[in-house]
């Protein structure tokens, strides 16, 4: 008979920040929409109930983010790179307290989750994205 291997207890492990979405700013979307896809093959349309912010499927399934399309905001408006975090409140003051500052303060998506766009200490924007299916 075989012997019984008593089961090991094991840790439960946080999922590190992931980057799970990034926004391509545009001065012309309809250019930067040629580009990108003729570039790439990305399949980019229009993001329902946005009318100035356009879906990038890169088509790499799952295990490839996707991101958007948009108006260019301001003339240094740089492509930003959407970290997931448990908690954009916590995030966004982690970011402060490390010395960055928060240029967009927590916004809703509705139906898919909330994000904060920020700056590090180096001048460099990101945005922290919390899923949250109940955000309004």
């Known amino acids: 008979m075989a012997k019984r291997t008593p089961k090991r207890q094991t840790k439960k492990l946080e999922c590190p920040a992931s980057l799970v979405w990034f926004d391509i700013p545009a001065d012309d979307?309809?250019?930067?929409?040629?580009?990108?896809?003729?570039?790439?093959?990305?399949?980019?349309?229009?993001?329902?109930?946005?009318?100035?912010?356009?879906?990038?499927?890169?088509?790499?399934?799952?295990?490839?983010l996707d991101g958007g399309l948009l108006p260019r905001q301001q003339p240094q408006h740089p492509i930003t790179a959407y970290v997931s975090v448990p908690s954009v409140d916590k995030a966004a003051a982690k970011v402060e307290k490390l010395g960055g500052t928060i240029c967009k303060s927590k916004t809703p998506v509705p139906g898919m989750g909330y994000f904060v766009i920020c700056q590090d200490t180096e001048n460099n924007t990101f945005a922290l994205w919390e899923m949250n299916p109940k955000a309004k």
């Open 29 to 64: 979307l309809t250019r930067a929409k040629k580009f990108y896809s003729s570039l790439f093959g990305w399949k980019i349309t229009r993001f329902p109930g946005m009318p100035d912010y356009w879906h990038i499927n890169t088509g790499g399934g799952k295990d490839t």
